[in-house]
């Protein structure tokens, strides 16, 4: 599908689109409970889909209402051989140790840029939990069979904080006075995130500097009533164009959350956007924008949109954590680079850093998404203050996250245009 968006003003009031980090982390917790838990505002993109698929296949009986989400389980209990994650990094980070907790073999897929992504940490780590592990030349399928027995054990946390992310929630189901020890752990929100989740469904990890995670006495995950919060990872999209196009509320922001990218409104700071926070809610104005120097490592998701607005700054942006980039659905670093070269935005890359060079103009043009949801939303932006009209090819990649976004785009004043592309 192609998209194209018009340069213009946009003004107006949308809430925000449901957070897939908390929805899949939820589902997990869900599936991890004894009885019936209710997941209110439940995202639907495709991540999210993809989460409820895999937990109904380990075992849940799963139900959806128009306004909320059942789940219904008694534990790991797989009803099948096989299980995809679609294309969801987090998806397969996280089930995958969780399914370990069951002693039949399971084989865990997916596609799309999933394929591409390493999965030696299973290789390296699931073994020493006396599970049985094996890839494709550290790739997909996975296969494994636990089931998994909690232990002392240290990992790397360079790569990703999700393979803690699945760790800890399975070590929540069956741990008993272990310890998880982490070294150089990135996106430490996302952990504090898991953690504030697990206990919501009643599991308590005592966590000492993000470094060592504590199991006390076993513990069983409590069904219940979840309300997944807004989504500031596709929220930074919508307050990056108030910034460089308009004026915009976003309603359903929790400005306590524990997302890490709510950083985004630091960035903003920076920059010199106006900002008006409420308790739920976020008002973000245009006003002259100059360069920012920003460190992204702990929150890699706000590279494009962050792009986006270095594009409308005066002067040269200096974004750090590049590294985080390679393996994200794009190999994202050089995708902005290329896409917004397009549109006349020089970007350097010199190792963990990039430098964007703004206020020298943004060309209207064709780019393409690589199926990088990101770098379609990104561009959409990067289109609201172009010379002319951008034309985004792979537009469909939005569904990962926010099939919900041009429609949202459109609610603010952006003009799109939409057509399916001919093959």
């Not at 962050?306 to 040269?316: E, I, P, Q, S």
């Not at 949202?408 to 939409?418: E, S, T, W």
């Amino acid at each position: 599908m192609q998209v194209t968006i018009l340069p213009g003003i946009i003004k107006g009031t949308v809430t925000a689109n449901p957070s897939k980090s908390a929805m899949q982390r939820a589902v997990a917790a869900a599936l991890l409970s004894n009885g019936k838990s209710i997941i209110r505002n439940p995202g639907l993109s495709d991540d999210c889909l993809a989460a409820l698929d895999v937990a109904q296949k380990l075992g849940a009986e799963i139900t959806r209402t128009e306004d909320y989400i059942e789940i219904s389980s008694n534990g790991v209990n797989p009803r099948s051989k096989e299980i995809n994650c679609g294309e969801s990094g987090l998806g397969i980070r996280m089930f995958t140790p969780i399914a370990s907790l069951s002693a039949q073999p399971i084989t865990i897929n997916g596609h799309g840029s999933l394929t591409t992504r390493p999965m030696n940490f299973f290789e390296e780590v699931l073994p020493q939990l006396d599970v049985k592990c094996s890839t494709f030349e550290g790739k997909l399928p996975l296969k494994i069979q636990g089931p998994l027995k909690a232990k002392n054990i240290t990992i790397d946390g360079s790569l990703s904080s999700q393979f803690l992310t699945g760790l800890l929630m399975a070590y929540g189901a069956v741990a008993e006075d272990v310890t998880i020890t982490v070294k150089d752990l990135k996106s430490k929100p996302y952990i504090a995130l898991t953690l504030q989740l697990m206990e919501q469904f009643g599991v308590k990890v005592t966590e000492a500097q993000f470094e060592k995670f504590h199991f006390g006495k076993q513990q069983k995950y409590q069904a219940g009533e979840y309300t997944v919060e807004g989504d500031w990872s596709g929220a930074a999209f919508l307050l990056v164009a108030a910034a460089v196009a308009g004026k915009v509320e976003v309603h359903h922001l929790n400005t306590h959350s524990a997302q890490s990218d709510k950083a985004i409104l630091e960035a903003l700071e920076k920059a010199g956007a106006h900002l008006l926070p409420g308790v739920f809610t976020m008002i973000v104005e245009k006003n002259e924008l100059n360069a920012f120097d920003f460190d992204a490592t702990d929150c890699p998701d706000l590279f494009p949109p962050l792009v986006a607005l270095a594009a409308n700054c005066n002067g040269t942006s200096k974004i750090l954590g590049v590294s985080r980039l390679a393996h994200k659905e794009s190999d994202r670093g050089k995708t902005l680079q290329e896409e917004f070269g397009k549109l006349g935005i020089v970007i350097d890359l010199h190792g963990d850093e990039m430098l964007v060079h703004g206020g020298t103009g943004i060309k209207g043009g064709l780019v393409h998404s690589h199926a990088d949801h990101r770098i379609a939303m990104a561009c959409a932006v990067a289109a609201l203050t172009a010379s002319g009209p951008v034309t985004i090819e792979k537009a469909e990649a939005i569904n990962k996250s926010y099939p919900e976004f041009y429609d949202h785009l459109q609610k603010i004043g952006g003009v799109v245009k939409q057509e399916t592309a001919i093959i």
